[in-house]
């Protein structure tokens, strides 16, 4: 039976953002000592930078077993690993590059190939990673847009509705640039085992209200479409973004 999310609300980024590397640590080292290895999705966006860099120091670096970590992504945009419009670089530069996660262990999106293919080899790869780690993705990381969007699943876009078994879809004509991208889809973020949406900003309050108070419309609101039926799901607010609540 599904959880009903739990809501928290911060009164500011910065309290967001250190309660939800708090809240990624405490996991991580939980899921590493039960498990003896994890598979972690990550987003990109304004906040989860600050999360990141929070993970990197002290008191919470020491706490988080990097060297059983597997990172992917929920969605990338079709640039190359050095653009920066790539998920890969910031997640690389604020997080990747100071910790020891072994670089086998690092699943970016193959961006160098066109987006059918990319989106192909990495449903594979998440596929694989799957089975690896119990068939769940241990920890997702997401946002949502002020569209309702979340990874790269958009309002109306046939992404929403990917046939059966696809856990990585690519995305043509995005509202926002860049327009090519490779999305996991709805059925690969609900194998995670623990999804935290990081959402700040008053332009967001809106769907937020519809995401968790308004009527089942996941084609209006895609963040609703998120809803692991032997996970759990937690939103992080700043008060901006909880206006409407």
Not at 39 to 53: D, I, K, Q
Not at 72 to 78: P, V
Not at 124 to 139: N, S
Not at 229 to 234: I, K
């Amino acid at each position: 039976m599904q959880r009903e999310p739990l809501v928290e609300i911060y009164p500011s980024l910065e309290g967001l953002q250190a309660a939800a590397a708090e809240w990624v640590a405490r996991l991580a080292e939980q899921i590493g000592r039960e498990r003896g290895r994890l598979l972690l999705a990550l987003s990109g966006g304004s906040t989860p930078p600050g999360v990141f860099r929070l993970l990197c120091d002290e008191p919470l670096r020491s706490r988080v077993p990097w060297a059983q970590l597997s990172v992917i992504w929920c969605d990338e945009r079709m640039v190359p690993f050095d653009s920066p419009d790539s998920n890969y670089r910031l997640a690389r530069e604020t997080l990747l590059d100071h910790v020891p996660i072994p670089s086998l262990q690092i699943y970016p999106v193959a961006t160098y190939y066109e987006p059918m293919r990319a989106a192909e080899l990495y449903s594979r790869q998440v596929a694989a990673l799957l089975e690896a780690h119990g068939g769940q993705i241990d920890i997702a990381l997401l946002g949502m847009g002020p569209d309702g969007h979340t990874a790269s699943l958009f309002p109306g876009h046939p992404e929403l509705n990917a046939p059966p078994g696809a856990l990585a879809v690519a995305v043509a004509n995005a509202p926002k640039p860049p327009p090519d991208r490779v999305t996991l889809t709805a059925e690969a973020l609900n194998r995670a085992a623990h999804v935290l949406f990081l959402v700040a900003g008053a332009d967001k309050a809106a769907k937020v209200r519809a995401t968790l108070h308004g009527p089942n419309d996941p084609h209006a609101t895609p963040a609703q479409l998120v809803r692991p039926l032997a996970g759990s799901v937690t939103w992080m607010l700043d008060a901006a973004a909880a206006a409407q609540l």
